[in-house]
């Protein structure tokens, strides 16, 4: 059979992640990277026996892909994304998938009107907790929600500058978010209060430091998230749900089903990278999808990202169920 030839836009710490998964499938050529940092794309090609190229129009024009995996920073998408899809090509990219919102609808109504496949990072979909919670939250939908990314700051100095991460509810907490439509359905209503505190170990930082969302529920459910880079630690990352005679709570890791006979907790097993990696490779080479997050499904949770920014920003709740 033959096999599906990979190129790489963006060889940093997300694409080795991927690129981890991928070299253990046994129908995947790793066989082209770009990167602005044309010595990280050396020394990616170097590990694979691929070629290296400076950017992605050089890898686009030089290389014949059967997909391309988009890993780059939240500032750089747009031109990338632009070139795949006038190559027709499938693509994968990490989250959030722009920091402009008209752009990434421009892109999503290009990617329909091609028919491409697309997968986007939101990798907590494909936890076999997160499956088991739907499960769960079948005869008890959620009715409240409450989201946490309490963490350090990220090193990366993009990170750092809103106008180049689009801050943590966008960078980070949108994992969350994208749980929360995930289990308990789309989000109607948002209001949001952000603070920001000036760090000496982290100059020029102008995101919001902490940062708290309210969500309305199509569904009539309510919720909070909140995020804060300001600790010197991971200290806690996941999504609580309150149901009749039901308590969950999920993490990257676990999850915790409470009836009210004890707290138990069991890890989660398996790799949700491996699964949605595979998943993708999968609908490239002609299976039935089951993407569980294209870009038509990424751009409604980078709605409510944006949304909060912008509410956090004006003072005013931001109507979801009007855009």
């Known amino acids: 059979m033959n096999r599906t030839r990979i190129g790489f836009i963006g060889a940093g710490g997300i694409a080795q992640r991927h690129l981890g998964v991928l070299e253990q499938f046994d129908d995947v050529d790793l066989v082209a990277f770009a990167d602005v940092d044309f010595d990280r794309a050396l020394a990616a090609a170097a590990r694979f026996g691929a070629r290296a190229f400076g950017s992605h129009d050089e890898l686009l024009s030089d290389e014949s892909l059967d997909a391309v995996y988009i890993c780059i920073p939240p500032f750089a998408h747009g031109a990338a994304e632009r070139a795949v899809i006038a190559k027709g ?3 994968f990219v990490e989250k959030p998938i722009s920091l402009d919102l008209k752009f990434a609808e421009e892109l999503a109504a290009k990617i329909d009107a091609a028919g491409l496949i697309t997968g986007v990072g939101y990798h907590w979909r494909y936890l076999d907790t997160v499956e088991e919670a739907r499960r769960q939250l079948e005869q008890r939908p959620a009715q409240l929600v409450s989201g946490y990314w309490l963490d350090q700051t990220p090193p990366p100095q993009w990170w750092w500058h809103q106008d180049q991460s689009g801050g943590q509810m966008v960078e980070q ?3 969350i978010i994208d749980l929360a439509r995930y289990l308990v359905g789309d989000v109607t209503q948002v209001f949001a ?12 930082l102008d995101v919001a430091t902490v940062s708290t969302a309210s969500l309305r529920f ?4 309510i919720g909070n998230i909140g995020s804060t880079c300001l600790l010197n630690w991971g200290h806690r990352v996941g999504l609580h749900l309150f149901a009749e005679g039901l308590a969950l709570e999920l993490t990257d890791h676990d999850i915790m089903i409470d009836v009210g006979a004890g707290r138990p907790v069991r890890h989660a097993e398996g790799d949700p990278v491996w699964r949605e990696d595979r998943d993708f490779i999968d609908a490239v080479r002609g299976a039935p999808s089951c993407i569980r997050c294209s ?3 990424a751009l409604k949770t980078h709605r409510i990202a944006l949304a909060i920014n912008q509410s956090a920003q004006t003072g005013q709740p931001i109507d979801l169920a009007a855009r």
């Open 173 to 175: 907490t949108t994992h």
């Open 295 to 297: 870009y038509a499904e």
């Open 193 to 204: 209060m952000a603070g920001h505190r000036d760090r000496a170990d982290f100059p020029g």
């Open 89 to 91: 090509l499938p693509f």
């Open 218 to 221: 199509a569904s009539g459910a």
